[in-house]
């Protein structure tokens, strides 16, 4: 993770987020009787992470709250400021186990958490609905990073996305308007996608809200410039 970071720090004028993600393919992350084994591994990856210069933390595609409560806990011990916490769910907005997931943000938010929201969620006509549900829970920086539409399954066994750029950049517009704040791509996304969601994108956090947290600083420093 230290010599990772280390690489990708050698670009200029760019945040470096160490990613983290749930440990559900190797252990049932949602039993109790694991938490501290789950913490002493986040624990690990974090001290990598930051020993390598990381700027912030970025939790991702995680499952389950305790996926997050383990990060949030090895965080706090490693001394870690900025972490957002991203969740894939349903476009009901309730995680695969059925559990709502806008209370689990709302609770991570006042915990400490810099940004929280979702990813890996196909886009569709369902998730501008879904920003606008989790944003009633949620008060700061709201992560919005869906798939480009539903995989589908070719000869060779790979997931291929079909959703262009143009209606997956529609889509993003919709979100924000909706209170998305941090805006991205997932599976099925490349740098193009981004690129021209990035261009059709208008960031509009208020000040106020960044300055009342140092939290933020991080993630909006170009806000602070006025």
Known sequence: ????????????????????????????????????????????????????????????????????EAILTAAELEGAETVMYSFTMQPDGSFFSGMDAGKTLRE?????????????????????????????????????????GNPIIDEQGLAQYDMPPSQFVALAQDCQRNGATLLGGCCGTNPDYIRKTKEALKYKLP????????????????????
Request: charged content about 20%; proline content about 4%.
């Open 1 to 68: 993770n230290a010599m990772l970071v280390a690489l990708s720090k050698q670009v200029e004028g760019v945040l470096v987020a160490g990613n983290l993600t749930t440990l559900a393919a190797f252990i049932d992350s949602y039993d109790t009787a694991l938490f501290d084994t789950m913490v002493e591994n986040y624990r690990r990856q974090i001290a990598g992470l930051l020993e390598g210069g990381a700027d912030l933390l970025a939790a991702e595609t995680l499952l389950y709250p305790q996926d997050a």
């Open 108 to 148: 991570l938010e006042e915990a400490g958490a810099a940004a929280v929201g979702f990813n890996c969620v196909a886009a569709d006509m369902m998730t501008p609905g879904l920003v606008s549900k989790l944003r009633r829970f949620v008060k700061g920086p709201l992560i919005c990073k869906p798939n480009a």
């Open 207 to 226: 000040n106020e809200i960044i300055k009342k947290n140092h939290k933020y600083w991080k993630i909006f420093p170009n806000f602070l410039k006025h």
